[in-house]
């Protein structure tokens, strides 16, 4: 069964880092792409990032400079690090598996709240 | 970036037909993929590709796309179809784009 299971969201103050977890269970993470969006409190989906199998990685223009995303094979986790937030970046943050080919969002964990505010 | 258009609300009796748009210039010429979203829970595919429909959606959901607008359609609602429903596309340039989102209303 593909689980995907987001941690490592909290508040945190203006100009601060975080580093957000996603554990994978079912499937490779290495093997897949793998994508982050997130959603501002009453808001709609944004995309922020993804990592595809070969390894390249491409960011949302909001988010570019800023946010790393990388996996960890051996722990199958997907990485978001999270620099210089601001309040913009307040939102519940979801980890989901990418189709390689379509690109749409098959499975996605249950998210985690990142709350950036002094 | 940009965000796709999509009527924020659609609202319809039980039974009857509901109809949600996503609107792009030649959105026709792309995959096109929604996803349910019911309060406090994560996204969940429905449609991918236009049309086709992952194990476990029931048949009452379908899509089309074609031209400038692809379509949503879920027949016969049901009170637990209500939710939040996003179109969303891959765009060379920007990546991942969803639309605004139309919340569906069951009477």
């Known amino acids: 069964e593909v689980r995907l299971v987001e941690s490592g969201g909290g508040l945190i103050q203006p100009g601060g880092t975080l580093r957000l977890s996603c554990a994978a269970s079912?499937?490779?993470?290495?093997?897949?792409?793998m994508s982050w969006v997130r959603q501002a409190p009453g808001k709609g989906l944004e995309w922020v990032s993804v990592i595809y199998s070969g390894g390249s990685t491409y960011y949302a223009d909001a988010v570019k400079g800023r946010f790393t995303i990388s996996r960890d094979q051996s722990q199958n986790t997907l990485s978001l690090q999270m620099n210089s937030l601001s309040a913009e970046d307040t939102a519940i943050y979801y980890c989901a598996r990418t189709d390689y080919s379509d690109y749409y969002f098959d499975y996605w964990g249950q998210g985690t709240l990142v709350t950036v505010s002094s | 970036s940009y965000v796709l258009p999509q009527p924020p609300s659609v609202s319809v009796a039980p039974g009857e037909t509901a109809r949600i748009t996503c609107e792009r210039n030649n959105i026709g010429l792309r995959g096109v993929h929604w996803y349910q979203q019911k309060p406090g829970q994560a996204p969940l595919l429905v449609i991918y590709?236009?049309?086709d429909r992952p194990s476990g959606v029931p048949e009452r959901f379908s899509g089309s796309n074609s031209g400038n607008t692809a379509t949503l359609t879920i027949s016969r609602v049901e009170a637990g179809d209500e939710a939040d429903y996003y179109c969303q596309v891959w765009d060379s340039r920007f990546a991942g784009v969803f639309g605004g989102g139309t919340r569906l209303t069951v009477l």
């Open positions: 590709f236009n049309s």
């Open positions: 079912g499937f490779s993470v290495n093997s897949n792409y």
